[in-house]
């Protein structure tokens, strides 16, 4: 893994700052002048190899996804069901690191312009220690976080380190969660926010739940962020649903396998196309 983009970390202008904000902004502007809805995909980072990895990541953008949610291995990722968890093990036993991650990043940024949120857990996140990886995050040419095990009154100390890099801490909202508590989460949110839509872990589903649109309606009138909808999409006819509602889906399992099998493009392909018909 190269280590170039280590070398050459400095402060950000307060320019490149507004333009790690708006990056996102801009995604889900031209999408909404276009009437179309973002497609969110995930793939972990280091599966099985950095080269393949590499070339499943750019293989994703080139044929349709709109922003990258980059998995972060990890030995216990509790949200995940079956599919990324081995990912995750596949990764970890190549050796793929938060470091290597972030140089993962800086490899994508040389051909592609999406947004890249970088998912993971809070533990290896806090033993890299949260300052030097802002800094570091922001320098190899992330858009944000995602942290699935820390809650908002955790997230603070995170954020505070985010902020100034122009880096989003992207957050969740679940079907149970309290809409006082949504709306506290959400309040000085950037970026989007992201709906868990089953009970449960990540995984492909038979069918998706029927409460969505009422969820989302009340989160709506606690946010003017972009609103994405995740967990349990894997289908062409899940993403038309889910699209229904969100300002994007989320699709994780199901490219994870997709990757797996050597059939990424053809999937990706075949969810852009059922998200441009959802019009």
């Known amino acids: 893994i190269a280590h170039g983009f280590r070398g050459h970390i400095r402060a950000l202008?307060?320019?490149?700052?507004?333009?790690?904000?708006?990056?996102?902004?801009?995604?889900?502007?031209?999408?909404?002048?276009?009437s179309r809805k973002a497609l969110v995909g995930y793939l972990t980072a280091g599966d099985a190899t950095v080269t393949r990895s590499l070339s499943d990541i750019e293989c994703a953008l080139d044929w349709g996804v709109d922003i990258l949610e980059l998995g972060v291995p990890f030995s216990d990722p509790t949200?995940?069901?079956?599919?990324?968890?081995?990912?995750?093990?596949?990764?970890?036993?190549?050796g793929m690191t938060v470091a290597g991650t972030l140089d993962l990043v800086a490899r994508i940024r040389r051909r592609h312009m999406q947004p890249i949120i970088l998912f993971g857990y809070a533990n290896p996140f806090f033993r890299y220690g949260f300052r030097r990886l802002a800094r570091d995050a922001a320098?190899?040419?992330?858009?944000?976080f995602l942290v699935v095990d820390l809650p908002m009154e955790e997230g603070a100390e995170?954020?505070?380190?985010?902020?100034?890099?122009?880096?989003?801490?992207?957050?969740?909202?679940?079907?149970?969660?309290?809409m006082a508590r949504a709306k506290a989460i959400v309040?000085?949110?950037?970026?989007?926010?992201?709906?868990?839509?089953?009970?449960?872990?990540?995984?492909?589903?038979?069918?998706?739940?029927?409460d969505?649109?009422?969820?989302l309606a009340?989160?709506?009138?606690c946010t003017k962020l972009p609103i994405v909808a995740g967990f349990g999409i894997s289908t062409p006819a899940h993403a038309r649903a889910g699209a229904r509602f969100a300002d994007g889906i989320v699709v994780g399992s199901a490219l994870v396998?997709?990757?797996?099998?050597?059939?990424?493009?053809?999937?990706?392909?075949?969810?852009?196309?059922?998200?441009?018909m959802s019009n």
């Open 187 to 210: 309040h000085n949110a950037t970026g989007f926010v992201y709906y868990i839509m089953v009970r449960g872990v990540t995984g492909m589903r038979a069918a998706l739940p029927t």
């Open 13 to 34: 202008t307060h320019e490149q700052v507004l333009m790690k904000q708006t990056r996102l902004a801009l995604t889900f502007a031209a999408l909404r002048a276009t």
């Open 218 to 221: 009340s989160l709506r009138r």
């Open 139 to 144: 320098a190899a040419g992330a858009d944000g």
């Open 79 to 94: 949200a995940d069901g079956p599919i990324i968890q081995a990912a995750s093990q596949r990764a970890l036993t190549g």
């Open 158 to 178: 995170f954020d505070r380190h985010l902020a100034p890099r122009g880096l989003s801490l992207i957050p969740l909202i679940a079907p149970t969660t309290p």
């Open 212 to 215: 969505v649109g009422r969820h």
């Open 257 to 276: 396998q997709a990757a797996h099998e050597g059939t990424l493009a053809a999937k990706v392909r075949g969810l852009r196309r059922a998200l441009d």
